[in-house]
């Protein structure tokens, strides 16, 4: 710096640093707006995938293999699907249940697979 302010270099690098500082932290903002909005999709569908196994484990919806849409719950984008399929053990029933919707990033999907016992003594009961 000389007596009457800083050189045009001088000013030139600090101009490029401030430039770079603020790109990086503009990405990692980006970042986590990506990350939160994700996590509050994966949390919806979290929850309407544990709707869905309370309707199935009551009854309220067939244990059966089919499909739909949540526009009961007021979710007519997100869909779910369900596959059951007879287990190796008399009575046991494997059922793989998908809840399905479209991202910004693409179609994405929350599977698991829970296994239910139909009582033969008791008719065939969901146990």
Known sequence: MSARGFTLVEVLVALVL????IVVVSGAISQCVLSDGKAGELELA??????????LSSGEVELSSGSGTFDDVG??????????????????VEARCAVLWTSTTGERSLELQRSYFLDPI???ALR
């Open 18 to 21: 401030c430039t770079a500082g």
């Open 46 to 55: 979290a929850d309407l995938m544990e709707g869905l196994l309370a309707q």
């Open 75 to 92: 979710y007519p984008e997100v869909r779910w699907s369900v596959e059951v399929d007879p287990g190796e053990i008399e009575g046991l």
């Open 122 to 124: 008791a008719g065939g």
